[in-house]
């Protein structure tokens, strides 16, 4: 079973930038989907991002589209998400989630593998 750990959040203001990595404990294949996911107090698990493996294509929730950036690195098994011009309402615990069968986008319930969250706090 695969195991994702995330790392990269914090404390920024608004308009800052952070970057998010999501690092995978064995190897994934083409097949592999990766997608980032966040929850606000109060609020559902949104999506926000999601690239394959193999190839490269990209998804993106309409908020985020201009400002963040998903991308990978086979090699080190690890994806990230450059988030530039922060604003308050992207406050959230982040998730990277992954899925073996490839056919996965914006639906988290189509991720069977999550990691355990990291906290992006953008002040105004």
């Known amino acids: 079973q695969v195991q994702l750990v995330e790392s990269g959040g914090g404390l920024v203001q608004a308009g800052g930038s952070l970057r998010l990595s999501c690092a995978a404990s064995?190897?994934?294949?083409?097949?592999?989907?990766w997608g980032w996911f966040r929850q606000a107090p109060g609020k559902e698990r949104e999506f926000v991002a999601a690239?394959?493996?193999?190839?490269?294509?990209?998804h993106y929730a309409d908020s985020v589209k201009g400002r963040f950036t998903i991308s990978r690195d086979n090699a080190k098994n690890t994806m990230y998400l450059q988030m530039d011009s922060l604003k308050p309402e992207d406050t959230a615990v982040y998730y990277c989630?992954?899925?073996?069968?490839?056919?996965?986008?914006?639906?988290?319930?189509?991720?069977?593998?999550w990691g355990q969250g990291t906290q992006v706090t953008v002040s105004s």
């Open positions: 690239i394959r493996r193999s190839g490269g294509i990209t």
């Open positions: 064995e190897r994934t294949f083409s097949s592999y989907v």
């Open positions: 989630a992954a899925d073996p069968t490839g056919t996965a986008r914006v639906q988290a319930s189509r991720y069977p593998y």
